[in-house]
């Protein structure tokens, strides 16, 4: 129910187990899983229990209440991927190997995600931070307190608007804050 654990999955190698993933999940032997599974974090609980899965994979994020009653509805376990930080990322490589039959893929993977994760902190430890604003859209910028903060600080980028519960940054204030890098 959220492309995360659905793009962790076939990177253990079983994409083909996936029988439907959230819009904009590609698999790697090209294949688009997506359908009408939900969207905007609500579940289509009615089209997830037709599909007769045998576990649920989902965040957080995904409305907990449409989530459990699709775990109802088709009789199965829901497996609850925290993605907060790099860390947790890596511990869901693990857990979800574990429950796909993947341990060996798992470990591979996870290792190869550390080693990354590493490589990059050494590449950058002498490096400058950069200011920086994400747009998440319409001048919305993503929380320091996502995986996806979290990174852009272990990259040495320094958001210059990190908390998006104050609504969009009008264009003067990030002409002022006047950003290195706007992605």
Do not use: C, H
């Not at 187990?17 to 294949?31: E, F, K, Q, S, Y």
């Not at 699709?70 to 907060?84: D, F, H, I, M, N």
């Not at 320091?144 to 979290?150: L, V």
Request: charged letters at 25%; aromatic letters at 4%.
């Amino acid at each position: 129910l959220d492309r995360g654990p659905a793009e962790l999955i076939d990177a253990l190698g079983v994409g083909a187990r996936i029988v439907r993933a959230p819009a904009g999940v590609t698999l790697a032997d090209g294949t688009d899983p997506t359908d009408d599974v939900g969207s905007n974090g609500q579940v289509n609980v009615e089209a997830v229990a037709a599909l007769d899965p045998d576990l649920i994979v989902a965040t957080p994020e995904v409305d907990s209440v449409g989530r459990e009653r699709a775990s109802e509805e088709a009789g199965v376990p829901v497996y609850l991927q925290s993605a907060r930080t790099a860390d947790d990322v890596v511990r869901a490589t693990f857990e979800l190997g574990a429950l796909v039959g993947e341990p060996v893929a798992a470990r591979k993977l996870a290792s190869s995600l550390r080693d990354d994760l590493a490589a990059l902190q050494a590449r950058l430890a002498d490096v400058e931070p950069v200011s920086v604003f994400v747009d998440t859209g319409l001048f919305v910028t993503l929380s320091s307190n996502t995986i996806f903060g979290r990174l852009l600080t272990r990259a040495r980028g320094s958001n210059v608007a990190s908390d998006p519960s104050s609504g969009p940054i009008t264009a003067e204030a990030l002409a002022a804050a006047d950003p290195d890098v706007y992605l």
